[in-house]
């Protein structure tokens, strides 16, 4: 599976209609969903004390919002005090300026990266890269997105949308490999557990020969000014302790009050994102190595990224979504993600919490249709160990949508008059709604849409009313 | 300065948007007690680790650990160890290892090379299987991390019931620092738990990925 | 027992036959089943797509419409859930949010108000057929369909395997996303049919409209009835209003 074309939030709705017809795409959505959906019921399942450590996450999280400029406040001072130096970045362009600053001050020729969100959202590799500096995704799914020069497709898997044979042919036309036996075919021959070793011994040199490692963060620690990286592969644990520096980037609501609350947070997480009781590696680092040390960054920095989300904390109903700690479960649950996959949203994230925070931070006229695509059945809340009320956020932000663009009325409720199958079945649910039909004409695509619905599905007909029908039956009942 | 500038209006929307929108938060409920760690601590940590292919040998006296760890070193077929230098006077792994060459941690390069690394974990926490490894002066960080077998030795007064012992863990290894109410933290510890692990290919399973395939726990199950 | 009947719009004008149904059930049941007048729509279309201000207007109205002291019974868990959210659209602490208030206490969504009545769940209902459950995420994960349905005596009934997955209705969402829509209930479809059902059965109109319409489409003989119709055909062995798809 390749792809081609680059996606942007803005064609969501002809990216998801799209998505909808591959074949191949459903079968590996379906597999994958349903794979992270299992691994998670059986962990909650025997998770004793399940709900209550889960509110203990959620307060962790308000905590931090309730807190927030005081938090960083301290995040920044203690940090500096244990010898981590804090940068501010308002939006990604600085973000980016900021880390490329440092990686020119320690002339980095190869940056490791390990998988991070906000990495991907603030674009830093082609801005590295226009430096001439090499960067190497190294999560192994990352690394496979990068080699083939796609977007990541979800949070917990980046490149669940590629086969074996699509890895090994990357493999050996990108990095010129043939297999550990040195076959030609390694497309033919290749295993899951070679494929993975040869990745391995690639990005092994990767980490010995880097400058500057770069990564994420989970969860940073105002109180002892720490940051908590948390992974499975290990490529995060090489890239803060192999090369001489480390960045790591934070979007700024990643913090938390004390080491308490990280420890609640780590509780719940890898139960919520892989049904792990804890992921293979969760590393806890506090500024560099210290004298007479041997490994470890000797230089550390952090870059606390706003990019949009401090607006956000003024708005009692969405500022819910900055509660988020990334743990991927409300996509695997979201009838919609399972469908469609994380491409079709056209930016970094995806799913229900992906389609909020696009929302919010992306500007709104490239987001209008996101909160539509979206049945508000509730399956992301239910899922959401953090108790986030996706469908409420969605309505908040349709209103928004719909509040900042009047007018297209007439047009719509021309549309209907003209069209009576239209008007019952739209209106039929909802025909004393709106009296004056301000609202359809302003959902972008119904015309197209009416047909296709039709299309698939057997409208009902228009009958004799129901109010109309009891009051014959009763007429007949109290007359005879 | 651009990012001073950000710093300041970064602070002032967030003060400015609490202000407009206060938010309180409810008390949680309280944090659930930690089972308390008995005589079947082992026992549960095996079980724990077991899914996770890592199989926890025991050693009631430091001759049985070597010997544990002269068998896993035969096991895995390996010719070099590099060890943390911190561990108890009465464990000579060193003399356990005699038959293999054994490599000075001194950077990740020679690590790189190196069969096995040997580990003393300051804790494990139960419930979760996870190795608690804190670094400093004699304990490297890429000597758990390199090598693609690692072996760790947990004393029994190491076993902690889960992740809420944390921060504790952390706070007694901190350095006192005239700006750090909690001291200063240990520059990195590692929680680890099972071997490296990834699923990105078609989402099966493969062990070792970047850090160690294979992870060996030796219990020391007397009085440190 | 007296109560007010709330008949969603798409009841109303489409699928009137389910609301007869469930004046029959309630009848028989020993109710006295209150009509209002001047039922329109419960304001949940306009409060889907972000019109507030709509939303408002309706549930004024339905604070008018369903005023008094009686039980509000619903055939519809969506529209139910949506006269209970009325409160959210008036600021507190005014009379309209009082009003909203005391009505979101008294809105019973149909199973739900059935189970509570003397004698439930058994009621002595019989019929001899297999039904395929859809839950409708819309009852909010609420088991009373299955706890009323399962005292039918002779009924098999039969949960797909994503029981409360979404069929892929919601409301516009089928317009403005219809390939979507269509691969929703394209799944819901197989993993109902698999189970080889007799009837499909679900307490959410909207739901049932969306599977059926499909099923129709498909050339699927399944007969797909309301809750409150699979209970009449039970407890009177006839259908009061016929079916709606056969
Ligand atoms: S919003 Fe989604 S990704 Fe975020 S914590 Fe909740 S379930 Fe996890």
């Known amino acids: 599976m390749v792809l081609t074309s680059t996606f942007t939030p803005r064609n969501f709705r002809e990216q998801s209609e799209k998505a909808c017809h591959d074949a191949t795409l459903r079968a590996v959505l379906d597999h994958a969903t349903r794979y992270f959906m299992g691994k998670r019921g059986v962990a909650l399942e025997a998770f004793a004390d399940r709900d209550t450590h889960f509110a203990r996450a959620r307060a962790a999280r308000l905590t931090a919002l309730s807190r927030l400029p005081d938090l960083l406040e301290q995040l920044e001072q203690r940090a500096t005090a244990a010898g981590t130096k804090v940068h501010w970045a308002h939006d990604a362009a600085q973000a980016r300026e900021i880390v490329a600053g440092i990686a020119r001050g320690c002339g980095a020729k190869v940056v490791v990266k390990g998988k991070s969100m906000v990495t991907e959202e603030i674009a830093l590799n082609p801005a590295l890269e226009a430096d001439g500096i090499e960067v190497w995704e190294t999560d192994l799914g990352e690394f496979i997105v990068q080699l083939a020069e796609e977007p990541p497709s979800h949070i917990i898997a980046p490149c669940i949308h590629k086969s074996r044979a699509d890895v090994a042919a990357l493999f050996r036309e990108k990095l010129g490999l043939a297999g550990l036996s040195g076959q030609e075919d390694l497309e033919d021959s290749a295993s899951i557990p070679e494929l993975t070793l040869l990745a391995r011994r690639a990005l092994r040199e990767k980490f010995l020969a880097a400058d500057l490692g770069v990564t994420g963060v989970n969860i940073a620690v105002a109180e002892t000014g720490s940051v908590i990286l948390v992974e499975n592969e290990g490529n995060i644990r090489m890239s803060t302790t192999c090369p001489p520096v480390h960045v790591a980037i934070m979007s700024l609501e990643k913090v938390a009050a004390s080491l308490e609350d990280a420890a609640d947070i780590l509780r719940v997480l890898p139960r919520s994102a892989t049904g792990q009781k804890m992921s293979s590696y969760v590393s806890v680092l506090t500024g560099p190595r210290r004298s007479g040390e041997l490994d470890g960054a000797r230089e550390t920095h952090l870059v606390i990224l706003d990019n949009g989300r401090s607006e956000i904390l003024a708005d009692a109903v969405l500022r819910e979504a900055l509660l988020c700690f990334r743990c991927g479960a409300c996509l695997n649950s979201c009838p919609v993600y399972q469908t469609i996959g994380g491409h079709a949203y056209g930016s970094v994230y995806s799913g229900p919490i992906g389609t909020l925070l696009s929302s919010l931070l992306l500007p709104a006229k490239d987001t209008r249709d996101l909160p539509f695509g979206c049945t508000l059945c509730g399956a992301c809340k239910k899922t959401c160990p953090l108790g986030i009320d996706h469908p409420k956020l969605m309505l908040r932000l349709r209103e928004r949508v719909c509040a900042g663009s009047p007018g297209l009325a007439s047009a719509a409720h021309t549309f209907l008059a003209l069209h009576p199958l239209a008007y019952r079945l739209v209106m039929g649910a909802a025909r004393a709604v709106d009296p004056h039909l301000n609202l359809l004409p302003r959902l972008p695509g119904l015309p197209s849409g009416l047909a296709s619905f039709v299309d698939s599905r057997q409208p009902p007909e228009l009958k004799k009313p129901f109010t109309a029908q009891l009051r014959n039956a009763r007429k007949k009942r109290g007359g005879a | 300065m651009m990012s001073v500038d950000a710093r300041q209006r970064i602070l002032d929307t967030l003060r400015a948007g609490l202000a407009t929108a206060p938010l309180t938060v409810p008390a949680p409920p309280a944090r659930p007690a930690s089972l308390p760690v008995g005589p079947d601590a082992w026992a549960l940590l095996a079980e724990v680790l077991a899914p996770l292919d890592v199989r926890v040998r025991l050693a009631k006296t430091p001759a049985e650990a070597a010997n544990h760890v002269a068998d896993i070193a035969r096991e895995r077929g390996a010719q070099s160890y590099a060890r943390w230098e911190h561990m108890p006077p009465a464990l000579d792994m060193d003399d356990a290892l005699a038959g293999l060459s054994r490599v000075l941690p001194d950077c990740c390069q020679t690590l790189a090379h190196v069969d096995i690394g040997l580990t003393f974990a300051q804790a494990a926490l139960i419930d979760s299987g996870s190795l608690v490894l804190v670094a400093g002066r004699e304990r490297p960080r890429a000597v758990s991390l390199l090598p693609p077998t690692h072996v760790c030795l947990v004393p029994r007064s190491a076993l902690a019931p889960d992740v809420s012992a944390l921060p504790e863990l952390l706070r007694a290894h901190a350095d006192a620092s005239p700006s750090l109410p909690a001291g200063k933290l240990p520059s990195c510890l590692n929680l680890v738990t099972g071997p490296s692990s990834t699923a990105d290919i078609e989402l099966v399973l493969v062990r070792g990925v970047h850090g160690p395939g294979a992870l060996d726990i030796v219990g020391l199950d007397w009085d440190i | ?246």
Request: glycine residues 10%; aromatic residues 4%.
């Open chain 3, 1 to 246: 027992m007296r109560i007010k009947l709330m008949i969603p719009c798409l009841v109303e004008d489409c699928l009137p036959e389910i609301g007869l149904a469930v004046v029959s059930v309630l009848e028989r049941l020993g109710c006295g089943v209150g009509h209002p007048k001047g039922q329109t729509c419960c304001g949940q279309m306009a409060f889907k797509t972000g019109d507030a201000a709509g939303a408002r207007a309706q549930a004024l109205r339905s604070l008018d419409v369903f005023a008094g002291p009686e039980p509000v019974v619903c055939p519809s868990g969506s529209c139910a859930k949506m006269l209970r959210t009325y409160p959210q659209l008036f600021e507190p602490g005014t009379p309209d949010h009082a009003r909203a208030l005391a009505l979101a206490g008294r809105v019973v969504e149909f199973c739900e108000f059935v189970l509570t009545l003397p004698g439930a769940p058994d009621f002595g209902a019989r019929l001899t057929a297999r039904a395929a459950l859809h839950r409708s995420c819309q009852l909010d994960g609420s088991d009373a369909p299955q706890r009323l349905l399962a005292a039918v005596h002779g009924l098999t009934l039969l949960e797909p395997e994503r029981p409360e997955r979404c069929c892929g209705f919601g409301g516009l969402f089928s317009l403005q996303f219809p390939a979507v829509s269509e691969s929703l209930v394209e799944d819901k479809a197989r993993e109902l049919l698999a189970l080889n059902p007799d009837i499909l059965v679900s307490a959410e109109p909207s739901c049932l409209m969306n599977i059926s319409g499909y099923l129709s489409r498909s050339g699927s003989p399944v007969r797909t009835l309301h809750a409150a119709q699979l209970l009449d055909l039970a407890l009177n062995g006839a259908l009061t209003g016929g079916v709606s798809w056969s």
